[in-house]
């Protein structure tokens, strides 16, 4: 028994001892590529030494002695930081997952084939300016610099997913930047699925008429420059009252609800209490680990830039020099047009033009799959754009047998100097200039805030399709591709863009709202990412004469929900503090508590709070019970409540009540009845999903910010080193946006939000602040992975200054380049 012992104790410690060594191995292999921040590499491509400083939050500050040589350094700092993530997000834009994640990517890589954006890509490089160029070539030869290191010092493969999913890395090249730009495209987009979206719920629907209230128009005349200030009067209301997409998180082609978002606000000397203008931005996309956002300073020639950079593209796209802020958000142009194309019965190869039926484009494309067989596609293009695959947001659904559907757009341009604009913007010392710039920007359309030391503005730009006036759908739908007066005339100039500068009122901003009210062809859109966050901001804006910096930070942190505020007493309206007296236990007394805590709750979506998850929980059962009977399956594409739906319904907006009457019941519900059922629903899932008393709920154990690695986030063991999960306030339609998933499980996951936060101060532009979302790193391993998630989280930020002597003074390294000795 003694012996037996003894070779368990023997065996357990050798187990033991195995265990260590294996970890110990890993960790100093994954290791292996983290990047030495003081260091001295030769390399090739630079004429002169450049000096990329890291302050204490590890943003590079990039010094060389011409724009090439900063270039440079940024593709270096890039590569040493972000390697694994650019490699990923050139891999998407190729179309080219496969060949490393196998079958599992092999949709996304059939879509972006489709598409040809990497083909597009390679053409536009040639229509960039040659200084353009010049900084893509400079650029690149930085990246390629890293890569060299790597290889030859043999650095882990520059990260620790390369050694999991070994792969070639071909050198960077200028396409590979601007293909990364249309792939942001692709992730902003989101008027192609609101056609189909409008075209099947046309289809579905009983009565036409209900089809402008489950998809309703953005009211108003458009808010971007508010008007002169005038405080509140005492007294005065303060508020009103089918086949899914590749769920793959590589996927680029995202749902309509985060098509897209963010917020930008800015104000003139006369609305500053400093005297100098005032600029916050916060662009939204999906969160993921690490975030999209790099923040670096450039030390260019024209001055230093600092502020949010993309890698794999070498500009400063949101952010600040000495004279000139800018801040982008999504502008909801509508640059998409769904086409259906007529075959010719007789030649499948042919489809029918306004002139007669005509050859399609095509071209074979193989995609390369990992453990499989290679796929062929036969990529085919019209006159109107290239086709797509019926599963493409459910096209198959509204395409007529003997049809194809194609798609028009903005992105799909081979002569594409959007990064010209970026590059020009840069440089600019003034608004004027700044928007002269911008006039070679094609796509994604963005608002475009800018400030200068006396001057604010907000310029649309992109490129704006020319529609005929007589076009069958206005771009609302899908419409036949062979009839002249559908397809585009060419693009509008950009003096028809919506420009707003230095308005009287002294203040400007877009909350993806609605800017202008134009009639048809010059409507901008139909289709707009917020009519509820603009109300907030609005009031925080005129509610104070004079602004600070800390004010913006405030008002880009604000929690308070216009919609809650205004929406429950539109809904509850006959339920708040009626019903007898119920028994402790009963669904009656469950609700009574409910509507209490509601009834004294100021809309606060804060994370420590029960209301908002009875809310939210509330509206969602609630949407759900009025669309199902209508809209049968295509109910579960409206995963995200709609507040405009939801105020037609409840004030009979043109008989919009009927929604509240199941079509399938012989009785006729109410409006208040449907409220109390789903309120009833609601305090159901939220018992079986959480349990516990009311008063005990978190809304932040809901609202997780789900910052996910997008390959290893869903591996055991390993998603709990990559993945960044954080209890967050905020919601669908608050300022400090935390869009929620929709979906189940877990509908209230925070998935989409400001990656990036940046408020600038021109009176002391040193004073500006700046944070992103995770951190500077994409090694897990790295200090800097997540050191900036949790400022984020609590709403703080680090200073944003270009002070050569204040990022050297605290700095965790200095890496200097020298040319390589020929």
């Not at 494309?365 to 086709?387: E, F, Q």
């Not at 960044?724 to 925070?750: A, C, E, M, V, Y």
Request: aromatic letters at 8%; a negative charge; hydrophobic letters at 40%.
């Amino acid at each position: 028994m003694a012996l037996i012992f003894r070779w368990l104790v023997r065996l357990a410690v050798l187990l033991i001892v195995l265990s260590v060594l294996s970890v110990t191995l890993i960790y100093w292999i994954a290791s292996r590529s983290l990047p030495d921040y003081d260091d001295k590499v030769a390399v090739r491509g630079l004429s002169a030494e450049v000096e990329i400083v890291r302050d204490n939050a590890n943003v590079p500050h990039i010094f060389g002695q011409s724009d090439a040589d900063v270039f440079f350094g940024l593709g270096f700092a890039h590569a040493q930081d972000r390697m694994w993530q650019m490699i990923n997000l050139r891999r998407t834009a190729q179309g080219r997952l496969s060949e490393v994640y196998g079958s599992a990517t092999l949709n996304i890589d059939k879509l972006l084939r489709r598409f040809d954006i990497y083909t597009l890509s390679v053409q536009s490089v040639e229509a960039l300016a040659p200084e353009t160029r010049a900084a893509l070539e400079a650029y690149s030869a930085g990246v390629n610099a890293r890569l060299a290191q790597i290889n030859t010092e043999a650095l882990g493969r520059g990260a620790p997913e390369m050694l999991l999913f070994n792969a070639p890395m071909a050198p960077w090249r200028p396409a590979d930047s601007v293909a990364i730009g249309k792939l942001m495209g692709l992730q902003l987009s989101g008027h192609l699925e609101a056609e189909v979206i409008r075209a099947r719920s046309s289809l579905a629907l009983p009565d036409a008429d209900r089809l402008s209230d489950i998809l309703p128009d953005a009211p108003g005349t458009g808010v971007a420059a508010l008007p002169e200030y005038a405080a509140l009067a005492p007294g005065t209301k303060r508020y009103s009252a089918n086949l899914p997409l590749d769920p793959h998180p590589l996927s680029p082609f995202k749902h309509m609800a985060f098509a897209g978002a963010s917020n930008a606000w800015a104000a003139a000397p006369s609305r500053s209490a400093s005297g100098g203008t005032l600029l916050a931005n916060d662009p939204h996309l999906g969160f993921t680990a690490p975030a999209i956002w790099y923040l670096a300073r450039l030390e260019l020639q024209s001055g230093g830039v600092i502020g949010g950079t993309i890698p794999g593209m070498p500009a400063v796209m949101t952010g600040r020099s000495a004279e000139l802020g800018w801040g982008l958000t999504s502008a909801y142009v509508d640059d998409q047009d769904v086409y259906i194309e007529e075959l010719n019965p007789e030649n499948p190869q042919e489809y029918r033009t306004p002139t007669g039926f005509k050859q399609f484009r095509t071209r074979s494309s193989i995609i390369t799959v990992k453990d499989a067989d290679p796929v062929t596609l036969t990529l085919r293009w019209t006159d109107n754009g290239p086709l797509l695959p019926g599963s493409h947001y459910n096209l198959a659904a509204i395409t007529p047998p003997g049809h194809v559907a194609s798609v028009n757009w903005t992105v799909l341009s081979g002569r594409d100097t959007t990064l010209d604009a970026a590059m020009g913007v840069m440089e600019a010392k003034t608004v004027e200039q700044a928007i002269d710039a911008a006039q070679s920007y094609i796509a994604p359309a963005q608002n475009l805030t800018l400030v200068d030391r006396s001057k604010i503005a907000m310029k649309t730009i992109g490129a704006m399709p020319r529609r005929d006036a007589n076009h069958q759908s206005q771009g609302r739908m899908p419409a036949p591709g062979w009839i002249g007066a559908n397809r585009w005339q060419g693009m509008l100039p950009y003096t028809a863009n919506p420009e707003f500068v230095a308005p009287a009122g002294g203040i400007l901003g877009n909350t993806n709202n609605k800017t202008v009210d134009r009639p048809f062809p010059n409507h901008v859109s139909f289709v707009w990412g917020d009519t509820q966050r603009v109300q907030r901001w609005n009031r925080l804006m005129q509610t104070r004469q004079v602004h600070t910096r800390d004010s913006f930070i405030e008002a880009q942190l604000d929690t308070v929900s216009f919609t809650a505020r205004s929406l429950l007493p539109l809904i509850g309206a006959e339920l708040w503090f009626t019903g007898e007296a119920a028994a402790d236990g009963t669904a009656q007394r469950q609700r009574q508590r409910a509507l209490i805590l509601l009834a004294a709750w100021s809309g606060e979506m804060n994370e420590h709070l029960p209301e908002p998850l009875i809310y939210m929980a509330w509206l969602r059962a609630l949407q759900d019970r009025l669309i199902q009977d209508e809209l049968g399956p295509l109910a579960a594409e409206f995963d995200h409540v709609e507040p405009l739906f939801i105020e037609r319904v409840f004030r009979d907006v043109n008989g919009a009540a009927a929604w509240c009457d199941v079509l399938q019941s012989a009785q006729t519900e109410s409006c208040p009845e449907m409220a109390r059922l789903a309120l009833d629903d609601a305090l159901l899932w939220i018992s079986e999903t959480w349990g516990g008393e009311l008063e005990s709920l978190r809304w932040g154990d809901a609202h997780q910010a789900t910052h996910d690695h997008q390959v290893l986030g869903d591996v055991p063991v390993l998603r709990y080193f990559m993945n960044i999960r954080q209890s967050t306030s905020g919601g669908d339609n608050t300022l400090l946006r935390g869009r929620t998933k929709g979906s189940d499980p877990d509908p209230f996951h925070n998935v989409h939000g400001a990656g990036y936060r940046g408020v600038y101060d021109f009176a002391d532009p040193d004073s500006s602040v700046f944070v992103t979302s995770t951190g500077q790193s994409g090694h897990f391993l790295s200090r800097h992975y997540d050191d900036l998630a949790q400022l984020w989280r609590r709403g703080e930020y680090i200073p944003m200054s270009l002070d050569a002597d204040l990022a050297r003074a605290a700095s965790v390294g200095i890496t200097i380049l020298t040319p390589e000795a020929p």
